[in-house]
């Protein structure tokens, strides 16, 4: 047994090192990309600088579990690989946690390795979360460990599991706070067990503590706002209504999506990009199924959190991922009811590689879009090192350029509507990307300001349509 756990830890550990490898040098892909990934940076290095000099980081919007781990793990290497490899190790050890949960919950254990790896490790969205720097990875690492030891409570009335649970889920809250919802069902479940339970009641205490340790980093740092994220503008906005729409104008512009929310809510059990085969499994794990209260509880779980996101006047994909470990899970029965059968030993590996082939293809075709705006944001930031130490405005890609250390007075675009415009600032801005989202706001609103009463030099053409311009006063000539 001992040797099987060596060996497993030695094998997670060269495939980490492998995809590491793989993503920073061959695809030449720091995990970074968009505005989020640049944020956990930046404050990644803020509370590694505070832990050296007492330098007061500021504050942070979002939770904070993921940049403390980063800040802690940038002592041993950069920053920016800390978080990347935060992320692809908690790909790896999400997958083998699915895996003991599937053991837990089903009693046909064929093809488990094969069936979390081409639809988990290889889900096209899955993958590049993975290995990108941002927090969703590791908050649903610590979301399938806290359903696995609270499956192992629920069966076997083990209480250290019920520790664990306690300090996964909290975890999973703290790294992102959307995963409250998914857990929420199962974490009454276990409440209600552990008052059933009359033998466990004397830990309340010790739990109660557990909780107030985990959560003091936040009331530490965010002393001041601690619930601000409460206030958030997705929260506030929240309704029934946003189910039936598939297109949204908010804060952050006008968003126009091809399905209406409650169907986008639920696309990870039939989107390519997460499970292509998933609603085929549907009907075959309905009768495959015995339907366990475990089993109902995860299909609660993932239902909340859908409806949840079905409320948000909002899209994106990535936040599906919270809650697509437990379609894995539920759905196995499904898929082992349908690989069985093909009884034939080579029918089944036939289908293996092509279930592989397709996953690796959508996998090229989902990660191809990140890596071509990590390389735009690496040339432009290159490009622009000679202009620095003046005005910036801009917008979309200034955040990347102060995660990449370039000096400038940044004047975001979209903050505020500037009336007036200094002489000889830059503006680095794309003429065109930007009219159908943002118009009527800020960003737009200023161009126009700028292009109607104001010259601009063409300082330097920029890759995929950016332009770096001089702000000239019309009172001066170009």
């Not at 890596?371 to 432009?380: V, W």
Request: glycine share 4%.
């Amino acid at each position: 047994m001992f040797k099987q756990k060596t060996l497993l830890i030695v094998l997670n550990f060269i495939s980490i090192l492998i995809i590491l490898i793989l993503i920073r040098f061959i695809f030449k892909f720091d995990g970074l990309y968009g505005q989020d990934s640049y944020e956990y940076l930046r404050y990644t290095i803020a509370l590694k600088n505070y832990y050296q000099t007492c330098i007061n980081p500021g504050d942070y919007f979002w939770p904070l579990y993921y940049p403390i781990l980063g800040s802690l793990l940038s002592f041993f290497v950069k920053s920016d690989v800390a978080l990347q490899l935060i992320s692809i190790t908690s790909l790896i050890i999400t997958s083998l946690y699915i895996s003991k949960t599937i053991v837990l919950l089903n009693e046909n254990k064929k093809h488990i390795p094969f069936y979390v790896f081409a639809f988990f490790c290889l889900s096209p969205i899955v993958f590049k979360i993975g290995v990108s720097s941002m927090s969703d990875m590791l908050s649903t690492l610590f979301i399938i460990l806290f359903f696995y030891n609270g499956l192992v409570y629920s069966k076997k009335n083990k209480v250290s599991n019920l520790y664990y649970a306690l300090i996964f889920g909290i975890s999973a809250i703290m790294t992102r706070y959307a995963a409250f919802v998914v857990i929420s069902p199962f974490g009454l479940y276990l409440i209600y067990l552990f008052i059933k339970r009359k033998e466990n009641l004397k830990h309340v205490f010790v739990f109660i503590f557990i909780v107030c340790l985990l959560f003091l980093p936040h009331l530490i740092i965010r002393q001041n706002n601690s619930t601000e994220f409460l206030n958030h503008n997705w929260l506030k906005d929240w309704s029934v209504t946003n189910f039936y729409k598939n297109s949204f104008t908010t804060a952050d512009g006008t968003s126009y999506n091809l399905l209406p929310n409650i169907l986008y809510a639920f696309s990870s059990v039939y989107h390519p990009l997460y499970f292509l085969f998933g609603v085929a499994f549907i009907p075959f794990f309905i009768k495959a199924n015995k339907f366990s209260i475990e089993v109902k509880i995860l299909i609660l779980s993932v239902s909340a959190y859908s409806f949840f996101l079905a409320g948000i006047p909002f899209q994106n994909n990535r936040f599906l991922l919270l809650s697509f470990p437990l379609i894995i899970i539920i759905l196995f029965s499904g898929f082992n009811f349908v690989f069985d059968k093909f009884s034939n030993i080579s029918v089944q590996k036939v289908a293996m590689f092509i279930v592989i082939t397709i996953q690796l293809i959508l996998c090229y075709f989902s990660l191809k879009p990140i890596l071509e705006r990590n390389h735009l944001e690496r040339e432009i930031a290159y490009k622009l090192e000679n202009y620095q130490n003046k005005t910036l405005y801009s917008f979309d890609l200034d955040i990347a350029l102060q995660g990449r250390g370039l000096n400038f007075d940044y004047k975001n675009l979209w903050i505020e509507e500037y009336r007036t415009f200094p002489n000889d600032a830059f503006i680095l801005f794309h003429p065109t990307k930007f009219e159908k989202q943002w118009k009527d706001k800020n960003p737009i609103i200023n161009w126009n300001n700028l292009i109607n009463n104001y010259n601009l030099k063409v300082v330097h053409n920029l890759p995929e349509g950016w332009v770096l311009y001089k702000i000239i006063s019309k009172k001066q000539s170009i």
